[in-house]
């Protein structure tokens, strides 16, 4: 899956759910459940905003680790959600779901 399809998938709240199930990280699912309910966001414009802040944001290192951890996974798409959860988090990078970039 390319990373534009990646993103564009997580519009929807169902798809946005079923992407964060896929990944394995019901931690994040439940983080994420809990901010959109506390701020109203729904969970998939907080995934959205999560992953092009990322993608706009990122360092290089973090983007060359990115490439290496896609390259050696099954799912690159979700690896590249983890990765974009856990910096939006890391950097507390704020929108109105509370810890993602600028959507």
């Not at 929807?12 to 109203?40: F, H, K, N, P, Y």
């Not at 680790?65 to 798409?77: I, S």
């Not at 974009?84 to 950097?91: M, N």
Request: charged share 20%; aromatic share 4%.
């Amino acid at each position: 899956m390319l990373l534009a399809e990646v993103i564009a998938r997580c519009s929807d709240e169902a798809v946005a759910e079923e992407v964060l199930l896929s990944i394995g990280d019901l931690a994040t699912l439940a983080s994420l459940r809990e901010q959109s309910a506390a701020t109203g966001v729904g969970m998939s414009a907080c995934l959205a905003a999560a992953a092009r802040g990322y993608a706009s944001e990122a360092p290089e290192e973090e983007w060359i680790t990115l490439m290496g951890l896609m390259n050696g996974g099954k799912d690159p798409g979700a690896v590249f959600l983890k990765r974009a959860l856990a910096y939006a988090r890391r950097h507390a990078v704020k929108d109105g779901c509370g810890y993602v970039g600028d959507a």
